[in-house]
């Protein structure tokens, strides 16, 4: 079974430029999820999808990110401006939650992004 | 905000010893899951357990909940060099079920 594929797996920007990450998800899994990992701490979610629709966005800083998850499929996280402190590695995740019981989720590898 | 706190922040111990790793929580939650991350790569899950059961075992993995206590701990038994890694606790909580993660166990197993 392939895993959840994330992409690029390194990205070295500077501050105010723009940058975009992607994301498919383990075949049939409704829920797809990304987080941001800054070192040394544990994973924070920036927006869980399911299907196409958003669940949650509460911590996703909106005047710079963005995601969508077009035809529930894959997805793509966006930083637009980015700035030093957006360092981190943006992990993407997926799940067959349907909301009505959780069950375990199925990470990617993630991409480590450096801002300069 | 971060849930889950794991305790001890580090954890340096010789092969072949028992790994005992703690999380406490501030509120209720529908289950908990643990997760190891190993350097450079992505979380991979290891056992997850709901709030209406106190003991899970998987392998060589023992994880206790104590809803009452709002804690939970996670054994490693007979603990390899290839055990080393960072453990996770995270809590899913409310009617969204979202999934929030404390700040991890860095655990080396020395050989």
């Known amino acids: 079974e392939a895993g959840v594929a994330q992409s690029p797996r390194y990205k070295i920007i500077e501050k105010r430029q723009s940058v975009a990450f992607w994301c498919n998800p383990i075949?049939?899994?409704?829920?797809l999820y990304w987080y941001q990992q800054i070192l040394g701490q544990g994973p924070k979610l920036l927006i869980q999808f399911q299907n196409n629709g958003v669940v949650d966005d509460s911590q996703l800083p909106k005047d710079r990110f963005s995601a969508e998850r077009l035809k529930g499929v894959d997805s793509t996280l966006k930083i637009q401006p980015a700035k030093l402190e957006d360092s981190a590695v943006y992990l993407c995740?997926?799940?067959?939650?349907?909301?009505?019981?959780?069950?375990?989720?199925?990470f990617g590898s993630g991409t480590q992004l450096s801002v300069l | 905000s971060q849930q889950g706190e794991e305790d001890p922040q580090a954890l340096s111990i010789q092969e072949g010893e028992n790994a005992t790793m703690n999380c406490s929580y501030k509120?209720?939650?529908?289950?908990l899951q643990w997760y190891r991350q190993n350097s450079g790569r992505g979380l991979v899950h290891l056992i997850l357990?709901?709030?209406?059961?106190r003991e899970k075992h998987s392998g060589r993995l023992r994880v206790t909940l104590d809803t009452s206590k709002k804690s939970s701990s996670l054994l490693i038994t007979a603990s390899r060099a290839a055990d080393t890694a960072s453990y996770f606790c995270a809590t899913d909580a409310g009617a969204n079920s979202k999934l929030t993660f404390g700040k991890g166990i860095t655990l080396s197993v020395r050989p």
């Open positions: 509120t209720s939650i529908n289950n």
């Open positions: 995740a997926s799940s067959t939650n349907t909301g009505r019981r959780y069950e375990k989720l199925f």
């Open positions: 357990i709901r709030s209406n059961e």
């Open positions: 075949s049939g899994h409704a829920t």
